[in-house]
């Protein structure tokens, strides 16, 4: 089975902080994404990453940087925290750049920005 | 650009009952896939059951069934035999193969929470 695993599922933070999120897939999976999840707005493409250091932009980056040093591994960096960044983050991977690929979740980290 | 409607943000069935959540989308291709994820309760999204729109047939995966209708651009998730289990949010998401130098994006809408009643 696929498994994603999130640094954390809860996480609280200050504004202005530099926030860390890691993602781990143990399933050699070209592609990692980053979405925020916020109550009736579904989820929300931040990044993603489609090969070792390679990322494009989502539909909201702004804020947000990622970075991909190894293939399993893909991290979320908020650089400055603001309290509009309090939110569910879910990653998520899958084996190809296929349409009808699969996409594996992490359980995701709830992040609280004070 | 794609987007996705889920038109209801939560509903509620009887536990062995039948339910349907409905979905829309607006797409100017002609070939794309269509998915329904659940997300329990504080556990990880999972895949419910995949449609290519070429493919007339509707998907079905044991209690789990669409209806697609690809002029209407609608897809519908029945799920029958309701069970305790089942109670979830659910997700409905397009995805179609990009462009050349381009990159599958998937599109979620907002979904919708589905109670079952016991």
């Known amino acids: 089975d696929v498994k994603v695993t999130q640094s954390s599922r809860y996480l609280v933070k200050r504004t202005g902080e530099k926030v860390f999120l890691e993602c781990v897939q143990d399933?050699?999976?070209?592609?990692m994404f980053w979405y925020r999840q916020d109550p009736g707005l579904g989820l929300r493409l931040i990044y993603f990453?489609?090969?070792?250091?390679?990322?494009e932009k989502g539909d909201i980056p702004e804020g947000y940087s990622v970075s991909r040093e190894k293939k399993e591994r893909f991290s979320l960096i908020l650089e400055s925290a603001s309290t509009n960044q309090t939110s569910m983050y879910l990653c998520?991977?899958?084996?190809?750049?296929?349409?009808?690929?699969?996409?594996?979740f992490g359980p995701g980290t709830r992040l609280l920005v004070l | 650009a794609q987007t996705v409607t889920q038109s209801q943000p939560e509903m509620s069935v009887q536990e062995a009952e039948t339910v349907t959540l409905s979905c829309t989308y607006d797409t100017s291709e002609s070939d794309y896939y269509l998915f329904w994820y659940k997300q329990p309760p504080s556990r990880q999204m999972i895949l419910v059951i995949r449609q290519e729109a070429y493919k007339q047939q509707n998907a079905t995966e044991n209690r789990f069934s669409v209806n697609f209708q690809k002029a209407a651009k609608s897809f519908s998730l029945k799920i029958s035999d309701s069970q305790l289990g089942d109670a979830a949010m659910y997700f409905c998401?397009?995805?179609?193969?990009?462009?050349?130098?381009?990159?599958?994006?998937?599109?979620f809408g907002t979904g919708t929470k589905l109670q079952v009643i016991p």
């Open positions: 998401a397009y995805n179609c193969d990009p462009f050349a130098g381009g990159y599958q994006k998937v599109t």
């Open positions: 998520a991977s899958s084996q190809t750049q296929g349409a009808g690929e699969t996409q594996y």
């Open positions: 990453s489609y090969d070792v250091k390679m990322k």
């Open positions: 399933m050699d999976h070209e592609n």
